[in-house]
């Protein structure tokens, strides 16, 4: 009836204008029933079909195969509804919307992951001068190598913590540097602003001078004699959000989210991915 352009409440409308009250369910019923669904017999709804081509794809979206062979739940598959639809849209149904990809969702049995609340790792250094805010909450950028934006964040092991710094480009929302340590000191945000430096000057687009801003939270690593120093002497400008204002840094904020969420915990033992993140992901259906 929907496939038709006749919606089920406009027919029991124009069914009470006759004096017939027939509830929906008992309609739907009978059409199924009869196999008169959308007024012709063996006609499938185009809900049906949509449907359908919504939970393939939410399957083949959700699960993957591990070196065994067996079955196992994706990153993809800790996907909400919100990203779960514009996946689809983006790569299967253009036209899908939030009812079939709940439907969907259901169907397979996914249901997005809560991220939960995590230990403080920003302790600021009362001491220590900070830089102002240059973002001011816009993390949008017009060419690359002009707005990095850093932070780190911790992944529980089988036997302690490992804390893992960032640093992403906000152009392209790409990790352009990283490092890992079993401690918080200013070698672990250090490591990955070398490692970016490095990477764009062997990819022959080499940072210039005065022209790159590099916003952090007021962590006391962040703020250290070593790690200003060092922006200084490659032309970069610091840049320092408010303390315990984590809306300053929400892009990092989002990353280290996303990483936990989506790659540690869909891993037997956790590791460390690096890469292009916004290559396989859907956050700029969101931005």
Not at 8 to 32: D, K
Not at 247 to 264: F, Q, R, S
Request: aromatic letters at 8%; proline letters at 3%.
């Amino acid at each position: 009836m929907r496939a038709a352009g006749h919606a089920v409440e406009s027919i029991l409308a124009a069914l009470n204008t006759l004096g017939l009250t027939i509830a929906a369910r008992t309609l739907r019923a009978w059409c199924a029933r009869t196999g008169t669904r959308n007024g012709a017999a063996g006609r499938v709804a185009a809900r049906t079909v949509t449907d359908a081509l919504v939970e393939d794809a939410v399957r083949a979206a959700a699960f993957t195969t591990n070196r065994a062979g067996e079955p196992v739940l994706a990153p993809e598959g800790l996907y909400g509804r919100r990203k779960m639809l514009a996946l689809i849209r983006r790569t299967v149904l253009p036209e899908a919307g939030f009812g079939a990809v709940d439907r969907a969702m259901r169907s397979v049995g996914l249901a997005g992951v809560v991220r939960g609340k995590r230990p403080r790792t920003t302790i600021p250094d009362s001491t220590a001068q900070r830089a102002a805010d240059l973002l001011d909450r816009n993390f949008t950028a017009s060419a690359p190598d002009s707005k990095w934006v850093t932070d780190f964040t911790y992944v529980r092991t089988y036997q302690s913590f490992t804390y893992v710094a960032f640093i992403v480009d906000c152009f392209s929302q790409k990790i352009v540097g990283w490092h890992a340590a079993l401690t918080r000191d200013v070698e672990l945000v250090d490591v990955p602003l070398r490692m970016a430096l490095w990477r764009r000057a062997h990819e022959g687009k080499a940072v210039a001078r005065d022209q790159l801003i590099c916003h952090s939270d007021a962590g006391s690593q962040y703020t250290s004699l070593r790690f200003t120093e060092h922006l200084h002497l490659e032309g970069i400008q610091p840049s320092v959000g408010s303390v315990g204002d984590a809306y300053d840094n929400a892009l990092m904020e989002t990353i280290n989210g996303l990483y936990k969420a989506e790659c540690i915990r869909t891993c037997g033992s956790p590791e460390i991915v690096e890469g292009s993140y916004a290559a396989s992901r859907v956050r700029a259906a969101f931005s």
